[in-house]
């Protein structure tokens, strides 16, 4: 075998990555693509499920690391959210403070996303003095511009401790079904919402004995009626330049659909009665004891949290928080966070009055289950933070797994079967089969050196005179579908998309006849289909990078390239004499005894007779949802699912066109007719045993 380890890698403009040079902050560009990414910022009282994680962190990391493979300046912000009630009770449970609470839990929640490589730019934290400072002066500013007033109302109060009672202190009888144990907030027995001052016998959960009565107090209230017009003017523009995906706010259609918009926004309470938090600041001029003893409200300074954590990244902050032109902000959360993040941040940025980089595309997910139930720390259901790391399995498998099944337009459900089916028949049987026969065919027969197999540098020829123009072309049309789904943010088709070009990669060696044999009647017709095959994995290892980094890396190192980005085309970048490493196994099976040995691990313990009968009756009050399809899928499968997403976004265009007042009624029923057809094709294939060979 070659020893010197020589590479011959095509010069062209664009072809290689641009990696930021070590310690230096990254910085928005005027003129370049500039994309700002934020996930929600997970609570700081507990550890996360994969749920959290599919749901915004690792959503937002794939699309950040697309973004580098294109080029594009990125930055990517989260932390943990810090301040409010959530926390305070927690610290109570555990009895320390709740700043002792989220120093022990902020390096937990990073711990768990460094083991999956989430690559932040910054995972930080709200409870520092930046996010104080600038809280304080998005809140003065707001005064200053008359969109805040300040308004009593009656609130629970404890005798006995002195203090008013936030909603998750309180508990008592439900006003609607009688449960005994509803919380301030909502009752989980019947999942009404509630207002603390409606419980029936409210006891403080401090202590039961304690007294509870009702007083007054006084609190700073967003004027969000008056900023509503400006609000729903900027919510429809971005809703259009962003393309976003229909949520609880909007529809496909760009139609506003929340209740509150619909029925006229009202003041909202924007300070609470905690100890715990932002202290609300007092403008010049003015004495007011009372609200200086308040702090802010958790989600008025939660979503403030993404410019202050980047504050703490770079003193430069406002190149990327007060840039609208040259900046494009992508934000990724559980759809139960929409609102927040859609119309109170928006609304706060918009009273503040400066020349904010508002939310340009909303990426949002629907829920992820557990095993036909939900997550459950209580009872010990599901995998939480670090557990994931104890199987043994890589983080890559887990990443792809969660990204495949990403419930982005219903909810999905995790199944360990699947998960085992996953790695075997998908990742072992596709993506690493095609890998490492290639690589190990080159390393067996051609000293580890790329063959020339007779074509130029450069774009691969699809002239028909050429015998693989057809796969030359698929894969063509494939890079661009990926692309086209990556940049709308459609994560899971992206992955069906590599899938597919793998798939296609695994059929061009089989169709070849890649095999001692060819060698031997055909060299030159046997170089060109490794150089080829080779060639097409350089292009997956850039590919997979966002959604399975570790691969990626593997890869790289197997070929001895250096980092690349996304083409449009597949080219000869690789080569005649440039020599590869040495060829590895990129997965390894999951055994059967292994699923099952985690499948009663993390399938939960602990819960009474009357709480499992409980969760059976909530099941069936809920109502019933659909839930999507998650075990193994063929490269068929995979192929038909990117056009089913292709031809529901055709759809849609028409049916806005018809909406718009266009004749468009004959390409509608057509596109619609496709559309049945392509899922009726999809729905058969599904029902198909997935090779295992």
Not at 340 to 363: A, E, I, K, M, N
Not at 383 to 400: I, K, Q
Request: net charge neutral; aromatic share 8%; proline share 6%.
């Amino acid at each position: 075998m070659a020893t010197e380890q020589k590479q011959l890698v095509r010069d062209a403009p664009g072809l290689l990555r641009v990696v930021p040079t070590p310690g230096k902050k990254i910085l928005p560009v005027e003129g370049s693509e500039n994309v700002l990414i934020t996930s929600a910022l997970p609570y700081c009282n507990n550890v996360p499920h994969l749920g959290n994680l599919i749901g915004s962190l690792l959503s937002a990391d794939v699309f950040a690391r697309y973004n580098r493979t294109r080029n594009r300046r990125t930055l990517y912000i989260c932390g943990t959210d810090e301040y409010g009630t959530a926390t305070e009770t927690k610290a109570i449970e555990e009895k320390i403070t709740p700043r002792e609470l989220c120093d022990k839990y902020n390096p937990l929640h990073k711990e768990t996303y460094d083991w999956f490589q989430l690559d932040f730019d910054l995972f930080g934290r709200t409870s520092t003095p930046l996010h104080t400072e600038i809280c304080q002066e998005i809140y003065l500013n707001l005064h200053k511009n008359g969109f805040l007033e300040k308004k009593s109302q009656e609130q629970t109060y404890c005798e006995t401790e002195g203090r008013y009672l936030a909603d998750r202190f309180i508990e008592g009888t439900c006003p609607n079904c009688g449960a005994n144990d509803a919380r301030g907030d909502q009752c989980d027995q019947c999942s009404r919402t509630l207002d603390a001052l409606d419980l029936i016998n409210p006891r403080c959960l401090l202590d039961k004995s304690h007294k509870v009565i009702t007083k007054p107090s006084s609190h700073a209230y967003i004027q969000l009626d008056k900023i509503q017009p400006r609000h729903e003017e900027w919510l429809k523009r971005r809703w259009a330049e962003g393309k976003w995906a229909p949520n609880s706010v909007v529809n496909s259609v760009g139609e506003i659909v929340d209740a509150r918009l619909k029925a006229g926004l009202n003041p909202s309470p924007i300070t609470r009665d905690l100890s715990w938090g932002v202290p609300v600041p007092i403008p010049e001029g003015v004495e007011d004891e009372e609200m200086a003893k308040k702090v802010l409200y958790v989600w008025f300074d939660a979503c403030i949290g993404y410019p202050s954590i980047t504050a703490n990244y770079t003193t430069d902050w406002k190149q990327w928080w007060f840039n609208p032109k040259n900046v494009k902000l992508y934000q990724f959360m559980g759809k139960d966070n929409t609102y927040f993040h859609t119309v109170l941040f928006p609304c706060t940025q918009l009273g503040d009055g400066r020349d904010w980089t508002t939310l340009y595309h909303l990426s949002t997910t629907e829920f992820l289950n557990y095993e036909n139930g939900k997550f459950s720390k209580r009872y010990n259901r599901g995998v939480f933070g670090p557990a994931a790391r104890e199987t043994g399995v890589s983080a890559d498998v887990w990443r792809y797994y969660l990204l495949s099944i990403r419930p982005e337009t219903s909810d999905s459900m995790f199944s360990w079967a699947d998960f085992g089916a996953a790695n075997n028949n998908i990742l072992l049987k596709n993506f690493g089969n095609f890998v490492n026969r290639a690589l190990k065919f080159t390393a067996a027969k051609y000293d580890s050196a790329v063959p020339d197999g007779g074509d130029a540098p450069g774009p691969l020829p699809t002239d028909e005179s050429d015998p693989d123009a057809n796969f030359i072309k698929e894969v063509n049309d494939l890079l661009k579908q990926y692309g086209d789904a990556m940049d709308q943010v459609h994560l899971r088709t992206g992955l069906q998309h590599i899938l597919s070009i793998s798939g296609r990669g695994n059929q061009f060696l089989q169709d070849a006849g890649l095999n001692n044999a060819l060698m031997a009647s055909d060299p030159k017709r046997c170089a060109q289909v490794i150089s080829r095959a080779l060639n097409l994995i350089y292009v997956l290892s850039v590919l997979i990078e966002p959604y399975m980094p570790g691969t990626a890396a593997s890869i790289l190192k197997q070929l001895n390239v250096p980092l690349r980005t996304v083409p449009d085309q597949l080219s000869n970048d690789l080569l005649p004499g440039h020599v590869i490493g040495t060829p590895e196994l990129l997965f390894k099976p999951i055994e059967e005894k292994s699923l099952e040995a985690w499948r009663v691990r993390f399938g939960g313990s602990g819960q009474s007779a009357e709480a499992a009968a409980e969760d059976k009756k909530k099941a069936k009050r809920a109502p019933a949802k659909k839930v999507e399809h998650v075990g193994p899928k063929s490269a068929e499968a995979l192929a038909i699912e990117g056009k089913v997403t292709v031809q529901g976004d055709v759809v849609r265009g028409l049916k806005e066109k018809k909406k718009a007042g266009e004749s468009v009624e004959a390409e509608l029923a057509t596109a619609l007719q496709e559309l049945l057809s392509l899922k009726r094709e999809l729905d058969e294939e599904l029902k198909k045993p997935v090779a295992t060979a």
